[in-house]
């Protein structure tokens, strides 16, 4: 009830250019005004979901391309604080899942990031959008499944053949027996070299995972 006021006092804009989309357009998973969605459907990701060998993780998904305005607002997300953009990454998310993945997994992870990190950002929003895929896709989420042992650079800041090293041993598989013949979803934010979640993959290979699939907002 409380909700529907609000709605009604204050309706929900479009992420992207702020024009009002009515009320209770959010609950109906709406996020953008029409004119921002034709925008959106030329930087979709391109996935065929072909199976990965030359990385640990056996599939890729990605719901757009990182460019445009989707890059703007992506880091908008991370760092300027506006969590509440998690629920339209993720829904994007969700809609790749569903249309191009028919696995049954059995666990959401997510990559984890540094407790400083965390204490400077107040949040990690990789696992804000695998918490809201495990809870629409209903599949639970393992929390600390993967943790972040070690410090390191912030990979955008680093050079593509600095980056492998430089995630090298910072993560770390726990629940090992929890994991061990699982299919899991591993959820990222941006996919750029691939360095992060192919690291990731490899520790949870090494830990037993059966099947990995990497979900992402966007593929630069
Ligand atoms: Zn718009």
Known sequence: MLKKILNF???????FCRKIIGVSAYEKQDFTCNNCKKKLEYIRGQNDLKKSYNTYFDYLLYAFKYEGFVRTLLLDF???NKTYLHEFFASEILKIIQKFSQAKYDYVLYVPISINRYFARGFNQSYMIAKYISNHINIP????GLVKIKNNKIQSTLKIAQRKQNVSGVYKV???KSLAGKKVLLVDDIFTTGSTVNECS???????VLEI???TIARA
């Open 78 to 80: 991370k760092f300027y």
């Open 174 to 176: 726990l629940f090992r």
């Open 202 to 208: 490899r520790i949870l290979k090494d830990a037993g």
């Open 141 to 144: 989420i393992l929390k600390y």
């Open 213 to 215: 699939t990497v979900a």
């Open 9 to 15: 006092i204050y309706p929900d804009t479009c992420i």
